[in-house]
């Protein structure tokens, strides 16, 4: 199983760099990191979350990062945390800390049940996203996620991917949903 | 540890109160369930559960969050359930307010435990994850976490007594003590507020409270309040992480201070966070901690 492992987040570990590394010229990771303390205590500084309703972050493709941050900036999605937070974020301290969390190396592994079908070709079987500005479902808490999906269903968040598909989800389906991905565990790997 | 009722689908189950007949009771989301004996079929697939309020009935659908939505709940003097109902919002909007005042959101709902007679005791909460009743005067004392991004050093945490139903504590005009809203700021408060009878250290989000009433701990402990400070999450220089104490004088005034610490290390980072304080029959304390997934238990000996 570890010797299974290894290799897997050796590769993650070189596409996290190499993500990190395509867009980094614009980026200090290291400027993030100190941005990462005001994240932290809920999120982790490896993106690992610290409490519930904060999602797992570590890995995250930068985009989706920064499109979330710059969001709760502007007030198209709102949180009572997140808005008070991302409010005194400057740009590049958006991207600085989108790196910083993003290049970190996460690996997720399934352990039952079957996936859902709407999910899997941006999210993936695994919970790994399968694309830029896509986070990952991995591990997240089932209440995290059947949150987002009703308040995607309902137009407190947006998104026109995921609005029109949780639109047409019921309560139900999107429990089934939550709980399916809440179940893979991930590791994440810190890369300072 | 055991998983309980695993046959049930729980959403965020945080409130747990037993009756003094026994049962139990879980507050969660948006539903309340009571189990009469949950402590001999815990492991059990046919654990015997009823709904004290049903799914969807406790507020309505469209207002439920994550956050804010610990629920705590607690049995009265008067027999009846006390449960807090956090309002989702860092300052809860002005477009929300007759709803959350209609259904209890922002405030501490009671009914009997038959599920009648509901009806919102308390007014003006932001978000309450901590209550317990005076052991001689029977009155609700509660904490409350209080607004976000005005300061590192404002506005205050609370401990409130409230005395009679229907008693308003100044959300969201007021922000935590006696400190206006940066939203509300200006306006007319067009109810009348009691303010705290305990202001505490800003951001440290004061959390589950108990009255102690064991004869374990020395007499000057009788009837003082336990109450757990999870810790700040923005605050520049983190706070809390600690059990406190207040203890109460013989005019009603109450003074609050450390009781017991250390889980915040010199760098800043919590080594543990206490969620919630308990009597135990012994006269000893429980404390939980989430971030550790452990509990604590706190004795003397004399």
Known sequence: ?192 | MKDFAPSLQFSIPNGPCFSADGFLYIAEQNRVLLFPAAEFFYESPDEAAFNLVAQGDLIPPEEESFNHTARVCDIGPDGMIYISLGQPFNVAPPDKLALYDKVGIGGIIRMNTDGTGREVYTYGVRNSVGHDFHPETGELWWTDNQVDGMGDDTPPGEINRQVAAGQHFGHPWYGGGSVRTADYKGEEVPVEVVMPIVETVAHAADLGMTFYTGSMFPEQYKNAIFSAQHGSWNRTEPIGARVMVTMIDEEGNASIEPFAEGWLDENGEYLGRPVDVKQLRDGSLLVSDDLAVSSYRIWYEG
């Open chain 1, 1 to 192: 199983m570890v010797r299974r492992l290894i290799p897997y987040l050796m590769v993650l570990l070189l596409g996290g760099l190499m993500l990190a590394g395509t867009a980094a010229y614009a980026q200090d990771r290291d400027a993030g990191r100190k941005v990462a303390g005001m994240c932290r205590t809920c999120h982790g500084l490896d993106g690992y979350a610290k409490i519930p309703i904060a999602p797992h972050i570590g890995g995250e493709p930068a985009s989706y990062l920064a499109a979330q941050l710059q969001a709760f900036r502007s007030g198209v999605r709102k949180h009572e945390m997140m808005s008070v937070v991302a409010a005194s974020l400057s740009d590049a301290q958006i991207d600085n800390v989108a790196a910083w969390y993003a290049g970190h190396a996460v690996a997720a592994t399934v352990t039952e049940g079957e996936a859902p079908a709407a999910c899997t070709a941006c999210h993936g079987a695994d919970g790994m996203s399968q694309a830029e500005d896509v986070p990952h479902l991995a591990g997240e808490t089932n209440i995290y996620i059947d949150t987002q999906l009703k308040a995607f269903k309902r137009g407190k968040r947006r998104h026109e991917v995921m609005s029109d598909i949780a639109g047409r989800l019921d309560d139900t389906e999107i429990r089934m949903i939550a709980d399916y991905y809440a179940a893979i565990e991930i590791e994440i790997t810190q890369v300072d």
